[in-house]
């Protein structure tokens, strides 16, 4: 769930180093096929006339984060985008080691990949530096839940303070509730759940067409086969930080992206 070339440089380094990689990973498996926020802009201490040298000037504040769009024509609870543009979204459960989502996020800067990342309240609560870590790298930063409990068998009180409490801990870390809503433990949401999530301020809910299941840890070989077996044109895929296999498999999934002419891109840039 984790340097100076230049990206044609990087591009040919990638498909030398992880092209072979690839082809015998996919060779070897292929039958293995798995089931209002604060303004932007520069504030100032008051000055106290008595105390002129006690002035101090704060640094800009950060502009507050995208929040979610209206996509007209696209369905409430969304899994894939155009089928006929070259673009792609990788999609990343937010919670885990911060160590191995900086890694991953790094990989993807790397690679010239923005990602988008649906970030579970309690882990930004333990580890809020990451919020700004994601939005300061390009990414998009969207809700994953409170506590990443199962909220399809919740009832209906406590499946909004499960979808409004991450979105009010977005709000007060980035200034909006994200771009995003995805339930937790579902790939995808109930009637009810879509229902909650419009009330809080998401009009869709996010869902995918290409998990990756890297989350059974199965090993780096197979995270990549079962992506690059199923990944096209308009695909959303699921994949998380905190598991040593989705590191080791991002790079030869960036470089078969590549290799195919696809450009990762975030949800939001998918669908626009």
Same mark, same amino acid.
């Given at each position: ?11 040919? !380094? ?6 072979? $990689? ?12 798995? =089931? !209002? ?12 006339? *008595?105390? %002129? ?11 507050? =984060?995208?929040?979610?769009? #209206? ?14 543009? $070259? ?13 191995? $989502?900086?890694?991953?996020? $790094? ?25 700004? #870590? ?26 909004? =303070? ?20 995805? %339930? ?6 109930? %009637? ?6 419009? #009330?809080?301020?998401? %009009? ?6 290409? +998990? ?7 090993? =780096? !070989?197979?995270?990549?086969? *079962? ?30 992206? +590549? ?14």
């Amino acid at each position: 769930m984790n340097a100076s070339d230049t990206p044609v440089h990087r591009r040919g !380094a990638l498909r030398a180093g992880a092209g072979a $990689a690839l082809a015998g990973v996919l060779a070897a498996g292929c039958a293995d096929h798995d =089931a !209002a926020g604060p303004p932007a802009g520069t504030v100032t201490d008051t000055v106290s006339p *008595k105390h %002129p040298a006690d002035a101090t000037t704060r640094p800009p504040s950060p502009a507050p =984060a995208p929040g979610p769009h #209206r996509f007209p024509g696209q369905p409430v609870q969304i899994d894939h985008g155009p089928r006929d543009r $070259a673009r792609v979204a990788l999609t990343f459960h937010g919670q885990g080691d911060p160590a191995i $989502a900086r890694t991953v996020l $790094a990989e993807a800067e790397r690679a010239h990949a923005r990602v988008t990342v649906l970030a579970v309240g309690s882990w930004l609560d333990e580890h809020p530096e990451m919020a700004r #870590r994601i939005l300061d790298g390009g990414h998009e930063l969207g809700n994953h839940t409170q506590h990443h409990v199962d909220i399809s068998t919740m009832d209906e009180a406590r499946a909004y =303070a499960e979808i409004d409490g991450c979105a009010q801990r977005l709000r007060r870390l980035t200034g909006s509730i994200g771009t995003w809503f995805r %339930p937790s433990r579902t790939q995808y949401a109930t %009637p009810l759940v879509q229902r909650l999530a419009a #009330r809080a301020g998401y %009009p869709h809910v996010l869902s995918y067409d290409v +998990d990756s299941l890297d989350f059974t840890s199965p090993g =780096a !070989a197979a995270v990549t086969r *079962k992506v690059a077996g199923e990944i096209r044109n308009g695909s959303v895929v699921s994949l998380h930080f905190g598991y040593a296999d989705t590191v080791a498999a991002l790079p030869l999934l960036l470089t078969e992206i +590549d290799r195919r002419r696809l450009r990762a891109v975030t949800t939001t840039e998918l669908l626009t």
